[in-house]
């Protein structure tokens, strides 16, 4: 999502990394092309994945899908995902349809679905469908003990489960002033290993997608390959929550239908992680300016008293008037 040095991936690619996971809405169409560029000649060696984006309809899904192809250069793609569904709702007949039509006419080889938010009712929903054949689900140390067992279901179902957000918010870009303390020990070599271990330490996880920036970036995540997760892993991670605690965002969807206002907490939250912790303002704005013209007049610092109870103690108000200082 946030790679933009082609030689990276170029690398990965030589070193036998195979999974390639991009989108249209990633660097403003610019990562699908750097993507298809990268893997030029190679195509046959990879699994390529992208995503719809907010398209309701059949019509306009399969369109989407058809720039898509066009843009990263390739008859086909691997893995088509309905992106970024929060309700059982969102996975509706049409998109399903939209993505048997394609697979039957050889533009996708598998259906997916991809959810930060909403696990608990997107990943059975996904199941019970028959037609889905890949999850692309948020998954890390700091989420609910829950989302094992949602995981676990999909896999016995026969479903394929990527992992995404497995850094919990990233370890290696400079912190805010709310995150100085235990800097130093969250630059310790080891700290983003120990995350993405975690992860691929789940045998229901199939495989997890880690931005890479740079090479050191690349070496780093190949250590993750070289052990297994262990008690030391497990120390750096249990420092890592407690200084996110009342920060990082679980996406348990606990907060769904609480503001009074209408906002979408979870979603804006996510926007506000992608500009403070990835380093990565336009990509927050940019989905941030996906809202309702009604979401993005709202002011949290005009509400008398906030609706939202996060169980985790995130200071929600302040947090959504951060984002809509930042990005309106």
């Known amino acids: 999502?946030?790679?933009?040095?082609?030689?990276?991936?170029?690398?990965?690619?030589?070193?036998?990394m195979n999974y390639f996971d991009t989108a249209r809405v990633y660097g403003s169409g610019n990562n699908e092309r750097m993507v298809g560029a990268a893997l030029k000649g190679r195509r046959k060696d990879v699994i390529i994945a992208t995503k719809t984006f907010k398209t309701k309809d059949k019509a306009g899904a399969l369109a989407d899908l058809d720039r898509s192809l066009r843009t990263i250069g390739t008859d086909y793609v691997d893995i088509w995902y309905l992106h970024d569904k929060s309700e059982a709702e969102e996975i509706a007949d049409e998109l399903i349809d939209a993505q048997q039509t394609a697979k039957q006419s050889g533009k996708i080889r598998f259906a997916g679905v991809s959810v930060h938010s909403g696990h608990r009712e997107v990943i059975p929903a996904a199941i019970r469908s028959g037609k889905i054949d890949v999850i692309l689900t948020t998954y890390n140390f700091a989420m609910d003990p829950s989302i094992e067992t949602l995981i676990a279901q999909a896999h016995q179902a026969g479903l394929g489960v990527v992992a995404m957000k497995v850094m919990a918010g990233s370890f290696r870009l400079p912190d805010q002033d709310y995150y100085d303390k235990?800097?130093?020990?969250?630059?310790?070599?080891?700290?983003?290993?120990?995350?993405?271990?975690?992860?691929?330490?789940?045998?229901?996880?199939?495989?997890?997608?880690?931005?890479?920036?740079?090479?050191?970036?690349?070496?780093?995540?190949?250590?993750?390959?070289?052990?297994?997760?262990?008690?030391?892993?497990?120390?750096?991670?249990?420092?890592?929550?407690?200084?996110?605690?009342?920060?990082?965002?679980?996406?348990?969807?606990?907060?769904?239908?609480?503001?009074?206002?209408?906002?979408?907490?979870?979603?804006?939250?996510?926007?506000?992680?992608?500009?403070?912790?990835?380093?990565?303002?336009?990509?927050?704005?940019?989905?941030?300016?996906?809202?309702?013209?009604?979401?993005?007049?709202?002011?949290?610092?005009?509400?008398?008293?906030?609706?939202?109870?996060?169980?985790?103690?995130?200071?929600?108000?302040?947090?959504?008037?951060?984002?809509?200082?930042?990005?309106?």
């Open 182 to 328: 235990g800097r130093a020990l969250l630059k310790r070599p080891g700290a983003p290993v120990a995350a993405l271990r975690w992860a691929l330490r789940n045998s229901n996880v199939d495989c997890a997608i880690v931005s890479m920036v740079d090479h050191d970036q690349l070496e780093d995540n190949l250590q993750a390959m070289a052990a297994p997760f262990g008690p030391a892993d497990q120390k750096l991670l249990s420092m890592r929550l407690e200084q996110i605690r009342n920060r990082y965002c679980r996406m348990c969807g606990y907060c769904a239908g609480q503001c009074s206002r209408g906002l979408p907490v979870a979603d804006i939250l996510r926007y506000l992680m992608y500009a403070e912790s990835y380093g990565q303002f336009a990509l927050g704005r940019a989905h941030y300016l996906q809202l309702s013209a009604q979401a993005q007049a709202v002011r949290c610092s005009q509400c008398p008293t906030c609706t939202v109870r996060c169980p985790h103690r995130i200071p929600v108000a302040a947090r959504l008037s951060r984002a809509q200082e930042l990005f309106v």
């Open 1 to 16: 999502m946030i790679t933009s040095d082609i030689s990276v991936l170029e690398r990965a690619l030589d070193l036998g």
